[in-house]
């Protein structure tokens, strides 16, 4: 079984971006697959500590908990997850070393599209 999170709050983007995932797995033979939504930074949080996931796509824009503050706190607490894509709009010229440092896999800019998500899927499959 393969547990996804997407921690978004801005329900087209998490239903787009589920949409594309439940396309991708419908392609992959004899995958279990469950996408749990998260519309908020804490409620995220509180996910990620009551279930383990394989694969996260965090916004970094969202109430209560941003993706920066996340990923910090799976740092501090040494929570590790095998692939964390982050998604955002805001893009800075920095955000690549901070994304790294603070243990993003890989980064996705907004608006994607389903190649992209693929691509991210594939990363995930490639060194699993």
Same mark, same amino acid.
């Given at each position: 079984?393969?547990?996804?999170?997407?921690?978004?709050?801005?329900?087209?983007?998490?239903?787009?971006? =589920?949409?594309?995932?439940?396309?991708?797995?419908?392609?992959?033979?004899?995958?279990?697959?469950?996408?749990?939504?998260?519309?908020?930074?804490?409620?995220?949080?509180?996910?990620?500590?009551?279930?383990?996931?394989?694969?996260?796509? %965090?916004?970094?824009?969202?109430?209560?908990?941003?993706? &920066?503050?996340?990923?910090? &706190? %799976? =740092? @501090?607490?040494?929570?590790?997850?095998?692939?964390?894509?982050?998604?955002?709009? %805001?893009?800075?010229?920095?955000?690549?070393?901070?994304?790294?440092?603070?243990?993003? @896999? @890989?980064?996705?800019?907004?608006?994607?599209?389903?190649?992209?998500?693929?691509?991210? %899927?594939?990363? &995930?499959?490639?060194?699993?």
């Amino acid at each position: 079984m393969i547990n996804i999170l997407i921690a978004e709050d801005n329900r087209t983007t998490y239903t787009i971006l =589920k949409n594309y995932i439940n396309k991708y797995f419908l392609t992959e033979e004899d995958v279990d697959f469950t996408v749990d939504i998260a519309p908020n930074g804490q409620i995220a949080l509180d996910m990620v500590q009551k279930k383990t996931y394989d694969i996260l796509f %965090l916004d970094i824009v969202m109430p209560k908990v941003d993706g &920066f503050e996340f990923l910090d &706190f %799976l =740092k @501090s607490y040494d929570i590790k997850y095998p692939y964390i894509c982050v998604t955002t709009a %805001l893009w800075e010229d920095n955000y690549e070393d901070i994304l790294t440092k603070k243990g993003a @896999s @890989s980064w996705v800019i907004k608006p994607y599209n389903k190649k992209t998500i693929f691509i991210e %899927l594939d990363k &995930f499959f490639k060194n699993k």
